[in-house]
């Protein structure tokens, strides 16, 4: 019985050790912001932190689901400027109730994300080709919808809700919003029937066949998840930026997918954690924000994230290869 606890509590150990040293670097990170500007640390500069990891947790969510199965949705630049431009027009421009613009913005794209899915899974298209021509469908279709025309507005109630002017005891409401995304994805990847039937398939699809596991439908669910993450995470750059820009998710796609890769996801292995994912959001968010800070080029940034990928591709090959080899090693006999 004490064997068990004990071994029950060093897996839980291991389970949050690498979200905690994430979480313990970006703290770091932030306090030591203090020496290249005097408004490093403060509580202003940790709640627009926040803000700004809400966004790329949202969407890392759905971007992480399908990373786990092999693919890689590079529509999300595309689905986020069709929401956004969505619920601006539709209330600005016909008068539609609010609530109505999102749930009908939310559901387009959900459909972009499960007809992704569809084509890369009938078809077994490259997800990245696939995802990529789809992004260009989908900025070609908002700029008509636009006619080129100024960036329509965003409404009131959303901007005050997430450009952080709305607050709650003191705290920006996206605070409480970011709480709420984690613990939703907590739940979703790791606790729910959804999360563990991604990470079956990610680990191996011919074994989910065998034991009759719709595969398909899975893979296509899960690009309809990350459609729907990124719908959501329109709507609230919508609010925080009060317009609908044509560009407005060009900058979050690659910090999506970074957070992923340095929360530890090895792509198309089933092996990834949620709550690394989040730490690993907050981490790159307060690089960027101390880098802002600085004073140097917003540019930087973009290095910064190519770096990471890059890194984070080479150092996920030599886990695998590091996985592969022990798998193939036989068994010790006693």
């Known amino acids: 019985m004490a064997g068990d606890l004990s071994e029950r509590s060093a897996a839980a150990l291991r389970r949050f050790a690498r979200p905690l040293l994430i979480f313990g670097i970006a703290c770091l990170v932030f306090v030591g912001g203090r020496i290249v500007s005097d408004a490093l640390p403060s509580w202003r500069a940790a709640q627009s932190l926040l803000t700004l990891s809400l966004f790329v947790a949202v969407l890392a969510l759905g971007q992480g689901l399908v990373m786990l199965t092999g693919g890689l949705d590079l529509s999300v630049p595309g689905v986020i400027a069709l929401s956004a431009t969505m619920t601006a027009l ?3 421009e016909y008068g539609w109730n609010m609530g109505v613009a999102i749930v009908l913005a939310l559901l387009s794209a959900a459909g972009v994300g499960l007809f992704n899915g569809l084509i890369v899974v009938k078809f077994d298209v490259p997800a990245f080709i696939v995802t990529l021509a789809v992004n260009g469908i ?6 008509g919808w636009t006619f080129g025309r100024e960036s329509p507005p965003a409404p009131e109630s959303l901007f005050t809700t997430f450009s952080g002017s709305g607050k709650l ?15 939703f994805g907590y739940v979703l990847q790791m606790k729910s029937r959804v999360g563990r039937e991604t990470y079956l398939v990610g680990s191996s699809p011919t074994a989910a066949r065998i034991v009759g596991r719709p595969v398909d439908w899975i893979l296509v669910g899960v690009y309809g998840i990350c459609g729907l993450g990124a719908g959501v995470a ?10 609908a820009q044509l560009d407005l998710g060009t900058e979050w ?3 999506s997918i970074s957070a992923v890769l340095v929360g530890g996801t090895i792509i198309g292995s089933g092996r990834g954690d949620w709550l690394s994912t989040v730490a690993a959001a907050l981490l790159l968010t307060t690089i960027t924000v101390v880098i802002g800070a600085t004073g140097f080029s917003q540019g930087w940034k973009s290095v ?9 591709l080479l150092s996920t ?10 798998r193939s090693q036989p068994a010790r006999t006693p």
């Open 138 to 143: 989908l900025v070609g279709l908002t700029v």
């Open 169 to 183: 005891g003191g705290v920006s409401l996206p605070v409480f919003f970011l709480i709420a995304a984690v613990i």
């Open 234 to 243: 329109g709507v609230m750059l919508l609010g925080f930026s009060a317009n």
């Open 90 to 92: 539709t209330t600005d």
């Open 304 to 312: 910064l994230y190519g770096a990471v990928v890059i890194v984070a």
């Open 317 to 326: 090959r030599l886990s695998m290869s590091a996985f592969r080899r022990r």
């Open 253 to 255: 796609l690659i910090p």
